[in-house]
């Protein structure tokens, strides 16, 4: 394990990486968090890691030093590409680096399985990331990840509480999905205006087949698109009567559980079926 790497600070001043708010950057510096975060899931020995936004590389060192097979960071920053090969020259052969925008690469084409997605990840982009993985959910062994708190709890939420809405059902679906632990905002430069956490997600394996994720999506949006109606008002744009599922008509999205959106998701994919 390498000894004399530079402290975190050091090689973003030299490089001059102030943290840029357009791409929702907000440097964690603390190296016990970030180890913490890096070992969450579990052993990394025969891990292909990748890891989304690893700015000057603070949670990429800790991915590193816990003995990944590999790590594969996603950097949209320019700014960051030279201090992050300055690591690469500290682990050889085990960090390969791309600049680009995550959000336009399929992470399933970059290293061979077993894979795992650890990320302390841009707010701004947090959720259309997770739910591109969540399409492709059984390529992954896991997925670390960071979030404002308000969206782990959102995560992990069950049925009728505030919280719960289309990316609890979608990603409890697709995955297992567990709490890791809180992250102060003061742990971060420059500090958000939020708490953060962390949530372990273990993709289901075999993958769901009692839905498709196109069916899911659209009944989901309709129903919380007007949470607080009936489903019989709300899934009214649909065309679709919830007592094809054996749900309630009088029911509301927030009282429903997981199987219970398959199951009005079957029931939608039938009914466009029917209608082609």
């Known amino acids: 394990m390498p000894t004399d790497l530079p402290p975190l600070r050091d090689v973003i001043a030299r490089h001059n990486l102030g943290a840029r708010h357009s791409l929702g950057q907000h440097f964690l510096f603390d190296s016990n968090l970030c180890r913490r975060i890096a070992q969450a899931g579990g052993n990394l020995t025969d891990c292909n890691v990748i890891e989304i936004g690893p700015g000057p590389g ?58 795992r997605i650890i ?32 969206v782990a709890d959102r995560l992990v939420a069950k049925p009728r509480t505030k919280a719960y809405g289309r990316l609890s059902i979608i990603t409890q679906w697709m995955c297992d999905i567990r709490f890791g632990f809180n992250i102060d905002r003061r742990a971060f430069t420059p500090p958000p205006k939020v708490t953060s956490a962390v949530v372990l997600l273990t993709p289901h394996a075999p993958a769901p087949a009692d839905a498709t994720f196109a069916a899911m999506e659209t009944v989901t949006a309709a129903a919380f698109g007007q949470r607080r109606k009936m489903l019989r008002s709300s899934l009214k744009s649909l065309g679709l009567d919830p007592a094809a599922a054996d749900i309630p008509p009088t029911a509301r999205a927030e009282e429903l559980t997981v199987p219970q959106f398959c199951a009005l998701a079957r029931a939608w994919a039938e009914k466009t079926k029917d209608e082609d």
């Open 58 to 115: 603070g949670l990429t060192r800790a991915i590193l030093e816990s003995g990944a097979k590999s790590v594969t960071a996603i950097e949209k920053d320019s700014r960051c590409i030279a201090a992050l090969n300055e690591l690469a020259d500290h682990f050889p052969g085990r960090l390969n680096i791309i600049e680009g925008d995550a959000l336009e690469i399929d992470e399933t084409q970059l290293v061979p399985a077993p894979r």
């Open 119 to 150: 990320a302390n990840l841009p707010y701004n982009v947090a959720t259309p990331l997770l739910i591109n993985w969540l399409k492709r959910a059984d390529a992954f062994d896991g997925l670390t990840l960071m979030f404002q708190k308000e």
